[in-house]
């Protein structure tokens, strides 16, 4: 059964760091591309970030470029999102997802982890 | 970067309504086109993907068309677990975007 469980989110202030991790199992992890979709309180979903399987390719939505970075252990099954110089426009709940079964779709997703940016 | 506008963002109906929602492209993304449900407090779950193939497991009252520009999710038979945010999200470009969303509320 493919899982993905996000993890490392919290309560940050304006200005600070967070790294986001998510544990994937019951799949090769190393055969495909991952993704980071977000979702602020009450409102709709944003694309935030993507990898390939060995990490040549990276992609940024405008929103996060510069200041986070995507990255990947295949070695350990693990996505993670380094969130630098955070603002309270990136609160969200942050969700892994990946296109297993399916081509160009995001077929499974984690549960998400709630990042708060505030004072 | 590609820019999708769904509408309309809130729709009211009752149970064995047809519904439609529609998702334009600011340009052609061919059929990277997909279809989400997401319920309160949950993932979203994928139910159409290359703009009209049903993912396993949906209902078949789910249907999407389209290609190019515009695109359409039909609900031919509105269920009472179908109440829920509907996302469109484009695949042919590598920022992958999502439609603002279209929330289905009980009439």
């Known amino acids: 059964e493919v899982q993905l469980v996000e993890s490392g989110g919290g309560l940050v202030k304006p200005g600070g760091s967070l790294r986001l991790s998510c544990a994937a199992s019951?799949?090769?992890?190393?055969?495909?591309?991952m993704n980071w979709v977000r979702q602020a309180p009450g409102k709709g979903l944003e694309w935030v970030s993507s990898?390939?399987?060995?990490?040549?390719?990276?992609y940024y939505a405008d929103s996060v470029k510069g200041r986070f970075t995507i990255s990947r252990d295949n070695a350990k099954n693990s996505l993670y999102l380094q969130m630098n110089s955070l603002r309270a426009e990136d609160t969200a709940v942050y969700y892994c997802?990946?296109?297993?079964?399916?081509?160009?779709?995001?077929?499974?997703w984690g549960q998400g982890t709630l990042v708060t940016v505030s004072s | 970067d590609i820019q999708l506008t769904q509408s309309p963002s809130f729709l009211s109906a009752s149970v064995g309504d047809r519904v439609t929602i529609t998702c334009r492209a600011s340009?052609?993304?061919?059929?990277?086109l997909a279809w989400y449900q997401q319920k309160p407090g949950k993932a979203p779950k994928l139910l159409i993907y290359?703009?009209?193939t049903l993912q396993s497991g949906v209902p078949s009252r789910f249907s999407g068309s389209g290609s190019g520009t515009e695109f359409t999710l039909t609900i031919s038979s509105l269920q009472p677990e179908d109440f829920a945010t509907y996302y469109c999200?484009?695949?042919?470009?590598?920022?992958?975007?999502f439609g603002g969303g279209t929330k289905v509320e009980i009439k």
């Open positions: 999200q484009q695949l042919n470009s590598y920022l992958f975007t």
């Open positions: 990898i390939s399987s060995s990490s040549s390719y990276i």
């Open positions: 997802a990946c296109s297993i079964a399916v081509a160009a779709a995001f077929d499974y």
């Open positions: 290359a703009a009209s």
């Open positions: 340009q052609g993304i061919s059929s990277y």
């Open positions: 019951g799949f090769t992890f190393s055969s495909y591309s």
